[in-house]
């Protein structure tokens, strides 16, 4: 079992920047692949950024903007967010994948003003 914990949510203006931060339990080294998603009220989760052997990958509406890395030694994956907008308000979730199962943690809200 893997817990997570996000921090760093909170409310920004339009043109801000935030960073959020995922706390893993165990090491996350040994994971396949770490990712972010958001998910808004009555919408699915949608994948926003992921890093994946070495491989990052975004959604397009965050591309530009956004930068995921990890920082193995402390356990912790970050999303590092730019030039926010109105619409990347959401609910983001860290998500740890391992051989054994998926983890996901509580989420943090992130909203962006205008």
């Known amino acids: 079992q893997v817990q997570l914990v996000e921090s760093g949510g909170g409310l920004v203006q339009a043109g801000g920047s935030l960073t959020l931060s995922c706390a893993a339990s165990?090491?996350?080294?040994?994971?396949?692949?770490m990712a972010w998603y958001r998910q808004v009220p009555g919408k699915q989760r949608e994948l926003v950024a992921r890093?994946?052997?070495?491989?990052?990958s975004y959604a397009e509406a965050v591309k530009g903007r956004f930068t995921i890395s990890r920082e193995s030694a402390k356990n912790t994956v970050y999303l590092q967010m730019i030039s926010l907008k109105p619409e990347d308000t959401a609910v983001y979730y860290c998500?740890?994948?391992?051989?054994?199962?998926?983890?996901w943690g509580q989420g943090t809200q992130v909203t962006v003003s205008s």
């Open positions: 890093i994946s052997n070495g491989v990052r």
């Open positions: 998500n740890l994948e391992y051989d054994e199962g998926n983890y």
């Open positions: 165990r090491s996350i080294f040994s994971a396949n692949a």
